[in-house]
């Protein structure tokens, strides 16, 4: 009885473990936008001017 117990418990901490990784990085990739993806961004919204943006583009190197 015992050994039941433990392969459960074991297999509960396994499933827990690949949720909590599976969700931290899903929540990153998610996230994660480029700098220039940003820019474009805030040049579309009229928070910062076209000449803004090239200088950050061309800083970028694209």
Do not use: D, H, P, W
């Not at 805030?42 to 076209?50: A, S």
């Amino acid at each position: 009885m015992e050994g039941y117990i433990r392969l459960g418990l074991t297999l509960v901490v396994l499933v827990v473990l690949v949720i909590i990784l599976y969700r931290f990085r899903a929540g990153k990739s998610n996230r994660r936008q480029s700098s220039l993806e940003i820019m474009k961004e805030r040049l579309e919204k009229g928070e910062i001017t076209e000449e803004e943006y090239e200088k950050a583009r061309k800083k970028q190197g694209k």
